[in-house]
């Protein structure tokens, strides 16, 4: 092979891949056994190489035993997989490494090495008023790798820039490395310094912090220590995994026991200051991709909407809370399609409302 499709069976180590597809701007790699060395540049899955070879299984243990710590090769070998941030020369990474039926498959997701700021990754500069709280919950979904780690430590590098406050924050792993600047930042691996989210959160509330960001609220022990946080004097930022703040609150109020929910919905309704729900889109011109975002900001009318479980009515009212800075993940992908930054099928395809998006684009 020549330099372009170098001899994958030579690279010795994980660093080599990695290299290549962070010079390339790819968000993920990869390494699996028979195919070919594979990443996700711009949303789309494809071979890094398109003359290279599969990769056998001999070749996945080799890179395997190449990064990981004898500690992780032991968790490996007894719970079939491991997932940790990996550091090196190159820069750091989220690796997930998994045993399966042909052999090992390692994916890594690359974290850029600094952390942008909310100008420079196009967030509405609405949103900086929920960094402003010092109390409430806010909000960031969407699908994985719709950037929601990059959104929140946007919305931890604003805080830290200018308040002057103690963030902690709960991950796992832990992803951008913060600085402390005018507020002091502690971050905390789940796995690595505590056992779990809830634990963290509930030790969190014994440190004196001022501002606590959950990595996931994945379960109810956890969603429920984040929303009691919230209410005693703490602004917790979180991320869940739904599509827009209709579905987020529904998934949010859905985990807890049927004779809780009444209370659950007062208590959100009066601590929940914001929901940000985004899209990674493919540009039209295959140079990247694009942010589409839907904004819920908390008003009377949601709060009463919130308290009386009518979560189907929050596309109405947001749509007729523009003045607010309230905007409709279609409205978004509507402005992105009309500035020409997308396509009409990437429109449609990830519209809530398929016939409607159809319609403006002009698809039949």
Not at 115 to 124: N, T
Not at 185 to 205: C, D, I, M, P
Not at 330 to 344: K, M, N, T, V, Y
Request: proline share 3%; net charge negative.
């Amino acid at each position: 092979m020549d330099a372009s499709h170098p001899d994958i069976h030579n690279l010795s180590h994980v660093d080599q891949f990695l290299a290549v597809g962070k010079e390339s701007d790819a968000s993920d790699i990869h390494l699996s056994v028979n195919s070919q060395p594979i990443w996700r540049r711009f949303g789309l899955l494809e071979p890094i190489w398109r003359q290279a070879e599969v990769l056998t299984a001999e070749d996945t243990e080799r890179l395997v035993a190449s990064f990981l710590s004898p500690e992780q090769q032991e968790q490996l070998a007894s719970r079939g997989d491991v997932d940790f941030a990996y550091a090196s020369g190159i820069g750091r990474f989220r690796a997930s490494v998994v045993r399966q039926r042909t052999g090992y498959d390692l994916v890594f997701r690359i974290i850029s090495d600094r952390v942008r700021s909310m100008d420079e990754i196009g967030l509405p500069e609405q949103l900086k008023m929920l960094t402003e709280f010092h109390n409430g919950l806010v909000l960031v979904t969407g699908s994985v790798g719709s950037g929601k780690s990059t959104t929140l430590a946007a919305l931890v590098d604003q805080i830290n820039r200018s308040r002057h406050d103690h963030i902690i924050t709960l991950e796992d792993p832990i992803e951008y490395l913060i600085t402390s600047g005018k507020c002091h930042v502690t971050q905390r691996e789940v796995h690595t310094h505590t056992k779990s989210f809830a634990n963290a959160l509930r030790g969190a509330l014994r440190e004196d912090p001022d501002v606590i960001m959950v990595g996931e609220m994945r379960d109810l022990e956890t969603i429920q220590l984040a929303i009691t946080a919230s209410e005693t004097g703490h602004l917790v930022l979180g991320t869940l995994h739904t599509s827009n703040a209709a579905r987020t609150l529904d998934r949010l109020l859905d985990v807890f026991p049927t004779d809780q929910r009444d209370q659950i919905r007062i208590m959100v309704s009066e601590s929940l200051r914001g929901i940000i729900s985004q899209q990674l889109v493919p540009r039209a011109d295959g140079n990247g991709r694009a942010l589409a975002i839907e904004i819920l900001m908390n008003t009377p009318a949601i709060g009463n909407v919130i308290r009386e479980g009518k979560t189907f009515m929050l596309p109405g009212i947001i749509q007729t809370g523009k003045k607010l800075g309230m905007k409709l993940m279609d409205d978004s992908i509507a402005e992105l399609f009309q500035a020409g930054i997308i396509s009409a099928e990437e429109a449609v395809y990830r519209a809530e409302q398929e016939s409607d998006m159809k319609r403006l684009v002009g698809i039949k």
